[in-house]
């Protein structure tokens, strides 16, 4: 994969990342069921949501972060924007 798709791959990574953590004002909510059933919790904190052995997300204030087990993943903080893909690599990004 060329590095115009990587970068591309990961402002795009980053875009959606920065616009779900504009809300957030505080730590965001565990995100946990007993049964292993998929869940979601929105507060005022953030939002988190996980599916058992598969994607999950999280949002809140100084962090945005996703990822797929054995696919990728990505973060953005105030001081930074990451992301991995399996097989390719990994991209830092300081803000």
Known sequence: MGN?????LMAALAAGALA????????PPDCTNPDGTPCGV??????????????????GPGLVEGSIPGGPSGAVT?????????????LNIPR
């Open 42 to 59: 929105v507060d005022s904190g953030g939002a988190t949501g996980q599916i058992p052995g598969g994607p999950g997300g999280t949002a």
């Open 20 to 27: 779900l953590a504009a809300p957030a004002t505080a730590n």
């Open 78 to 90: 105030p001081d930074d924007v990451s992301g991995c893909i399996p097989g390719i690599g990994c």
């Open 4 to 8: 115009t798709v990587r970068l591309t």
